[in-house]
């Protein structure tokens, strides 16, 4: 196995916890931050939207780094649009092909120039790991925009503020994760930080291949919250406040076959949202592929697009508490 693979596979699973200020910190794994921080994160982001809504210069000749090494629309542009927002400038590329990567150049380099280049850095990277190595060769803190399918800490972030919008709690709620649950980084970072707030009951509804990890269960299980697996969305849905469904997470499967097994095997649509409770609310990172069918769209209680619109003011967030210009 190459060098920069063994290392990346190395300080995968290596957590730092941060302390409470998050000033200078690098944010990389939902399970660095303890439930005071998520708390801190989610008010400073109600913050952030009269800030959209009335302007700052809070970042002014601050520059943030956008080094996407996967495909990306929602959180490379809300990373961008929230530094922007926020007063400040953006470098950075949105295809690695176009840079000296396709020259040869490692990870660690790009990583080196880019800190020379910004202030703050957000990576995202098809390897799992990629975000704690490109960590430890930046001299400027950096944020995990998603690696392989091992964490996304800041959809967390605007999956639980969407969730507190919408429920106005998430005590006490029973919140199903579906769909692509093995190769899914979004519900991987989410159930870990759902295990912070009390009296959460976890559905992971997914076919048999495609259930969550066992170290993802194994961390859950350390949290003393209820988990429940289920196959069949049609059984669970009537028990549920928040339904978060996935996309089949086609480039990470081994094969072919390995997809087109479980491709498509539910489709939440109008019938199977006919089961669910009349406040229930439907949540997904997008981009949703044929796991939500079109007509649900008019449902009032789908709620993906808010939520997409809801990375702006929590990244602006992270980048201004990280930068340490908000208390
Ligand atoms: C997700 C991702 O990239 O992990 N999308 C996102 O960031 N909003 C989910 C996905 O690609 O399925």
Redesign the pocket.
Known sequence: MPYERRLFKKLCFQHITILMSLKGKNIISIEDFSREELDKVLSVSEKMISFIENGTSLCKGKILATLFFEP?T??RMSFESAMLRLGGNIVGFADAKATSVKKGEILTDTIRMAAAYSDIITVRHPSEGAARVSANASDVPVINA?DGGHQ?PT?TILDLFTIMKEKGKIEGLNIGLFGDLKY???VHSLAYALSLFEGVKIYCISPEQLRMPKYVLKNLAKKNIQVIEESKIEKAIPNLDVVYA??I?KERFGSEKEYLDVKSSTIIDKKVMSLAKKDMILMH???RVDEISYEVDSDPRAVYFKQAAYGVPTRMALIALVLGLVE
């Open positions: 990306s929602r959180t998603g996304h959809q899914g980084r979004t996935t996309r997470q990172p997008l981009p």
